[in-house]
């Protein structure tokens, strides 16, 4: 059953004191999966802590489907499941008892209770954990465990901030899987530095950086963004510091005595660069880079 919810936000601005953490951004997220991407401090955390009742903004609205984050926090709050970036666990309590608890804390009737938990410890892949301490649980089975409390009460909407930071491959691969699932019929936004946790799920997104939105679009649209600006270039060592101050620098390897490395540049850095297909990580960079590429010195 489709149970997605849309967001609307508003030239919405946050304020810390005289610090701007956000600056009138304006965005519409459909449904489905949409992801958030940005540095350390773009700004990530604080806009989904608006989103989910708990931060007031400056200026600017929010509404999550019908109701408004200020003026209907409880009807929202109803809609949303959420995993803050530093979720903190109720390491003495089994992951059964600590759903249970927190079931209760989101007024899930005692009598649907137990039923609940079972099939949201079965959703994330833990029934068999059930009665395991969650002090001894990995990485990875702690985020699911997240997501677990998240889904409970069955909501429109699930914000998760950062969720892959700190899990293996495997799991990170396992972590994206759930998530897609989920989005299948709900709302899922997604915070997340690590652009490959977006590649492969996430229908549409926007890029946060230093407060502003300076992206919001398909995953084709952002790879766009760098189509034609990709090199590769393959130079000797003391030619390589030169270029490594001109051109933003996406990936870089020392081979003997050359260093061959992939550079974000409008036009040909010199001859004999070649020209790459861009992905989804180049994308994100011409982005964030664009300040740097505008002042781009021709090399050579
Ligand atoms: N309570 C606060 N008081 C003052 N400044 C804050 C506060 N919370 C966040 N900031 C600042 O606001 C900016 C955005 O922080 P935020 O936590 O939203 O970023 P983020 O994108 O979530 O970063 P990260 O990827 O590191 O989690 C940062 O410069 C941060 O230092
Ligand atoms: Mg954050």
């Not at 929010?62 to 408004?68: A, L």
């Not at 209760?104 to 938990?117: D, G, Y």
């Not at 530095?193 to 952002?222: M, R, W």
């Not at 004999?272 to 664009?290: R, T």
Request: glycine share 8%; proline share 5%.
């Amino acid at each position: 059953m489709e149970k997605s919810v849309k967001i609307s936000i508003h030239q919405l601005t946050k304020n810390y004191r005289k610090f701007r953490a956000l600056d009138s951004i304006s965005l519409h997220i459909p449904g489905g999966m949409f992801g958030l991407l940005g540095p350390n401090g773009a700004g990530k955390t604080t806009l989904l802590r608006i989103l989910t009742t708990l931060l007031a903004p400056t200026s600017g609205q929010v509404r999550i489907g019908e109701f408004d984050v200020v003026q209907n926090p409880g009807a929202v709050r109803q809609r949303l499941g959420y995993l803050p970036q530093d979720f903190g666990f109720y390491r003495s309590l089994t992951a059964f008892e600590m759903l249970d608890y927190i079931g209760a804390m989101k007024n899930v009737p005692a009598s649907l209770r137990k039923e609940q938990v079972m099939k949201t410890l079965t959703e994330v892949n833990l029934l068999e954990e059930a009665r395991r301490k969650v002090g001894t649980f990995s990485g990875g089975m702690r985020q699911r465990l997240g997501i677990a409390q998240a889904l409970l009460g069955n909501p429109e909407l699930i914000v998760v901030d950062e969720p892959t930071a700190g899990l293996d491959p495997e799991e990170r691969i396992r972590f994206r899987n759930l998530l897609s699932r989920l989005a299948q019929d709900r709302t899922v936004l997604l915070s997340t530095h690590i652009v490959a946790d977006i590649e492969a799920s996430c229908t549409g997104l926007a890029v946060l950086y230093q407060g502003k939105l300076v992206f919001n679009g398909t995953p084709e649209a952002l790879i766009d963004q760098a189509k034609g600006a990709v090199w590769q270039v393959d130079v000797p060592l003391d030619a390589w510091p030169k270029l490594e101050v001109k051109y933003p620098v996406l990936s870089s390897r020392m081979l003997n005595r050359h260093m061959q490395a992939r550079l974000l540049a409008i036009h040909s850095p010199f001859n004999g660069a070649q020209p790459i297909e861009p992905g989804l990580e180049d994308g994100y960079m011409a982005v964030i880079k664009s300040t740097l590429v505008q002042k781009e010195v021709h090399y050579g």
